[in-house]
């Protein structure tokens, strides 16, 4: 019996332990499987959420190119009797070494390969994989004995040549691109082909690539090569056939652009120095601005750590622009963690900036110590302005470099545009209500620093309305990019009068020795105390002139109390209503 017992309870025991391994077992495989599908489908918590949309943002836009253009699957568009599809437009500068074969004044000259050549001091456009594929109803029709079944045209020139593609220079025929039996008749162009008047000092410009189908063939791929350009000018390349039987052909490859220096486009390089130069500019602001906040720091106001953060972003931004466009010119590769940084820190240094302008107007820090009921609205302003300017700024750096502005960045501008006004309108009716404030309390050193900030403010405003205006005039009478060269001056003035503007409020709110004088002082009424100490005999009150006797000091002492109280009061009252 007692040995039954034990044989009994031993089997018992074996088997909970079998059960609590399966279990474990069990619960070992539930965790893998969960890990799995983890891994494969799920981000369950906001890190990995964030994590999976910034991987798959990268590869919605990687890999992104300096001068390459990418066509994918893109189908050609009907103009006139010809059918042509846009491959790109960039300023190109002259290469700095020329063939040895070719006079120093063409203008182009060779089609090599790009492996026998050297890239340095050369300025070409390649053509990379570059496939044309027609329907299958299109191939079908065709002999398949035949070598040529179809034609393709490359056409690269200079913008001052625009007139010389088409029928614009012949009589009666300017409605045309491609030749007809009428014309060819006259021995003024070859039946299918477009039209082109060469340049009579230089016979091989405009530039025209020629690729083939053959027999019956779906596809027709162009030969690797590289057209050098030996003089600078905004160039415009398009692809174009004139057979109607090839409607609904696609292009797919890519085309790099080169200028001498690298891979930067023409309209960038002189930015890439600008942002050079800003990013020292910051430095130095920034150094100062510095040595004053530890010099003075025990009387550190909390907008000066706004204003210091402002200088630091400033600094990154400028930073960031000018690594990423210095490894653009070398590699031919935006890096994409640079850029996006660039982009970002660009984003958030240009909302604070705007909302540190919005927040010194409503006089934070100086008039009232908190927003009050408006902090919300200021920080859904922000929020929605970040936004907006993330996505044109986006749109803008991360997408294929090409001198067309396309509707999508048309339709992110509008918003920001949008946001920008309410952001002045806000900013000078807050300046108006603190104006008030300050008058009304006879803060006369706090009221000298704000009008000083609000005509500096009005003046920036000023400028800006007219750089608009000149924007404007400038796109409108340059629709083809002819003023390719000077076109940077115009992100750069932005960026310039930020700068400045930066540098007045560095200026008018600079940490001293008594911050007393410009920040917030409560209920005590001792910002009229101090500041009427320093007023001379000269100004006019409502009881005569200002004396020096004690006496009078009490009486104006006792007047700005009681007006400084009232001027709380309705300061509380209107905190409360909004």
Not at 16 to 29: A, G, K, P, T, V
Not at 459 to 472: D, N, P, Q, R
Not at 536 to 549: C, F, I, L, Q
Request: charged residues 20%.
């Amino acid at each position: 019996m007692p040995k039954r017992r034990r044989n009994e309870t031993s089997e018992v025991r074996n088997r909970s332990l079998e059960c609590s391994f399966q279990i474990r077992r069990e619960r070992d495989r539930e965790q893998r499987r969960e890990r799995e599908m983890r891994e494969n489908f799920g981000f369950y918590n906001g890190d990995q959420l964030l994590l999976g949309f910034t991987l798959a943002l990268f590869y919605l836009i990687a890999p992104i190119g300096a001068s390459i253009h990418e066509y994918r699957n893109e189908y050609f568009t009907p103009q006139l009797n010809a059918f042509l599809f846009h491959g790109g437009s960039e300023g190109l500068f002259a290469s700095k070494h020329h063939e040895d074969h070719h006079d120093n004044n063409s203008n182009i000259t060779s089609l090599t390969s790009p492996e026998l050549k050297p890239l340095a001091g050369k300025s070409f456009i390649r053509f990379e994989s570059v496939t044309f594929k027609r329907t299958s109803e299109s191939a079908k029709i065709q002999n398949d004995m035949q070598s040529r079944t179809g034609l393709i045209e490359a056409i690269v020139f200079e913008v001052k040549d625009t007139e010389r593609i088409g029928g614009n220079f012949l009589k009666n025929s300017s409605n045309v691109l491609c030749c007809n039996p009428k014309l060819s008749a006259d021995r003024s162009c070859k039946v299918g082909e477009v039209i082109i008047q060469k340049d009579e000092n230089n016979p091989e410009w405009p530039k025209r690539i020629q690729t083939f189908f053959e027999g019956n063939n779906q596809e027709a791929k162009m030969d690797t090569q590289s057209v050098e350009i030996d003089k600078t000018g905004m160039y415009y390349l398009y692809f174009m056939y004139c057979d109607p039987q090839l409607k609904g052909t696609t292009i797919t490859g890519k085309t790099v652009w080169r200028n001498p220096d690298g891979y930067l486009p023409g309209k960038m390089v002189p930015l890439m120095t600008f942002y050079g130069f800003m990013s020292l500019a910051y430095l130095i602001l920034g150094l100062g601005w510095f040595l004053r906040f530890v010099q003075f720091w025990k009387d550190i106001m909390q907008l000066h750590y706004h204003i210091s953060a402002v200088i630091a972003l400033g600094m990154c931004e400028m930073a960031f622009w000018y690594f990423d466009y210095s490894n653009l010119s070398v590699t031919g590769i935006r890096p994409v963690g640079i850029t996006i940084w660039a982009v970002t820190i660009s984003a958030v240094k240009k909302t604070l900036s705007r909302l540190l302008l919005l927040v010194v107007a409503m006089g934070y820090g100086v008039v009232r110590p908190t927003l009050g009921g408006v902090t919300s609205k200021v920080l859904i302003l922000g929020f929605v302005y970040f936004v907006a300017s993330e996505s044109l700024e986006v749109v803008e750096h991360l997408g294929t470099i090409n001198d067309f502005t396309g509707r999508t960045k048309l339709y992110l501008v509008l918003p920001v545009a949008v946001l920008d006004a309410w952001f002045i309108l806000w900013i000078f009716s807050s300046l108006s209500k603190t104006l008030e404030k300050l008058q009304m309390r006879r803060s006369i050193a706090k009221l000298e620093v704000y009008r000083k900030f609000t005509n500096a403010l009005a003046l920036f405003v000023l400028v800006s309305i007219a750089w608009i205006g000149y924007e404007l005039y400038f796109n409108a009478t340059d629709p083809i990019s002819e003023l390719w060269r000077i076109y940077w001056i115009i992100p750069a003035f932005w960026s310039l009068l930020a700068f400045s503007l930066l540098v007045v409020i560095c200026i008018l709110w600079a940490p001293s020795r008594n911050p007393t004088r410009y920040a917030y002082a409560g209920d005590t009424g001792d910002d009229y105390d101090e500041e009427a100490i320093s007023l001379t005999t000269g100004v006019k009150v409502e009881g005569g002139e200002v004396g020096t006797t004690v006496m009078e000091r009490k009486e104006k002492k006792g007047l700005g109390s009681t007006d400084h109280l009232i001027g709380l009061t309705e300061d509380l009252a209107e905190d409360k209503r909004e």
